[in-house]
Nanobody, 123 residues
Framework: QVQLVESGGGLVQAGGSLKLSCVASGEIDSTAAVGWFRQAPGKERAIVATISWSGNIVYYQDTVKGRFTLSSDSAKHTVYLQMNSVTPEDTAVYYC????????????????WGQGTQVTVSS
């Protein structure tokens, strides 16, 4: 089993920045990558970005490319999502999740999920 705990959410003004953290514990070596997903009110949960623990493989959703940056610290078992130039459209509950398969990195088929952290962007 793998446990994931997100932190860093909150209220931010449009154009501002926020940094989310996801700390993993448990059988981390059984996982290949960590992804960030978000779910806005009335919308389905969607992947935002994903990174392998080595940091060598990173994917971003088109709407966040150039604004969001993923990084991983394997020693601390932590993945960070730096969010810059945020807009009200970024308002959502953000979840981190871990997958055991590289093949599932850009898919919703993740094996372990955190509880989520709310990000609210005011205009």
């Amino acid at each position: 089993q793998v446990q994931l705990v997100e932190s860093g959410g909150g209220l931010v003004q449009a154009g501002g920045s926020l940094k989310l953290s996801c700390v993993a514990s448990g059988e981390i070596d059984s996982t290949a990558a960590v992804g960030w997903f978000r779910q806005a009110p009335g919308k389905e949960r969607a992947i935002v970005a994903t990174i392998s623990w080595s940091g060598n493989i990173v994917y971003y959703q088109d709407t966040v490319k150039g604004r969001f940056t993923l990084s991983s610290d394997s020693a601390k078992h932590t993945v960070y999502l730096q969010m810059n130039s945020v807009t009200p459209e970024d308002t959502a509950v953000y979840y981190c999740a871990a997958t055991r398969l590289y093949a599932n990195m850009w898919s919703p088929d993740y094996d372990y999920w955190g509880q989520g952290t709310q990000v609210t962007v005011s205009s």
